[in-house]
């Protein structure tokens, strides 16, 4: 193990292979805070009400063959209806001729 950290340094120790793996590390370091931010954000601002409670509404639901439909609405968003389609693939029990939703 201690030969592989050598060895892993020693390329690092490169001028070229050193900068690109900085800017490497940097890019995957600012991507991961940009999503860390987005999270923060949408917990804290979007998904909670004005008085700190999160929640989900949802209504309109549909199907149509292997589609399912509905609307959704959360926290301060709640006035805009966000419509999700969903394919649900029908799976087949042993020994039987019914069948059930995959969850």
């Known amino acids: 193990m201690v030969g592989v950290i050598q060895f892993i340094l020693a390329i690092l120790a490169i001028p070229v292979v050193g900068w690109i793996s900085a800017a490497l590390a940097a890019v995957i370091i600012a991507a991961l805070i940009v999503v860390n931010r987005t999270l923060y954000y949408f917990l804290n601002d979007i998904l909670q009400d004005e008085r700190g409670a999160g ?17 959704v609405s959360f926290g301060a968003w709640r006035d805009w209806g966000w419509f999700v389609l ?6 087949w029990r042993a020994g039987g001729s019914r069948c059930h939703l995959m969850r």
């Open 55 to 71: 929640w989900m509404w949802t209504w309109g639901f549909g199907s149509q063959w292997i589609f399912r439909w509905f609307y």
């Open 86 to 91: 969903m394919v649900v693939l029908r799976v």
